[in-house]
């Protein structure tokens, strides 16, 4: 049977740039770009100019993570992450990285410790909401949903666009099988990034779930135009005979 898409790693669904300095900016753009065509060793090129103009640019720092772990090279990222924290036992950035990793190896108590150390070592107020959210993202995987709620809601009153945490929390209310709510906040998640083929697969795979056939094959259509490879294969099957 179809599943939902899962994205452990909050930054794969992207965030707004708080304010970054336009060297930053242009850096990052261009690892963007390369990231998507999968050319990762150009990418990192562009994230490291970033991290020479500003080491604590936390979006650059996300997206280095993410481009080593779609590289296959999970234990450099560690081990350079391990060093860091060695170094600079005190700065929250680096326990929110190493969380990340956490999550992506499935390790949920291990990323909520380093998230509770990002908060304990006041991680910047700007930042709090991809704190909340990944450490809901954590609890979610250990199947404490109430705890994680809380985080998601949290994340949400500090930023009320992340369209990251709607998208994650109708994960988990697709997990309760409360479709009703899962399309409540995929809904919510599109009206801030219409542009993510993963939330448009999720979203489709809830009206699935309530026999909507017209809304559903319209998003995975929708997922499918923006190469989500998955809904192409099932629109095919559930939409065209």
Known sequence: ????????????????????????RAQLA???????????????????????INSLSLEALEKKVNVMLLSERVKDISDEIEQLIKVNVQQPEYYYLRAL????????????????????????????????????MALYLKGDFIKAENDFQAALEINPRNS?????????????????????????????DDNNPITFYNLAMSYLRIDDMANACYYFNKSCSLGNRNACKVYYLQCTQ
């Open 1 to 24: 049977m179809y599943r939902l898409v899962v994205l452990y790693i909050a930054v794969a669904c992207g965030f707004v740039l708080y304010g970054q300095d336009d060297a930053v």
């Open 30 to 52: 261009q690892a963007d770009r390369f990231t998507s065509e999968s050319n990762y060793s150009e990418a990192l090129k562009h994230i490291e100019a970033a991290l020479e």
């Open 101 to 136: 990793i956490h999550i992506n190896r499935q390790k949920p108590q291990k990323a909520i410790d380093d998230l509770n150390n990002a908060v304990y070592y006041q991680m910047p107020e700007k930042y709090l909401d991809k704190v909340y959210l990944n450490r809901g």
């Open 164 to 192: 990251t945490v709607y998208h994650s929390w109708g994960m988990l209310k697709y997990e309760e099988r409360n479709y009703d709510d899962a399309l409540k906040y995929f809904l919510k998640a599109i009206q801030y």
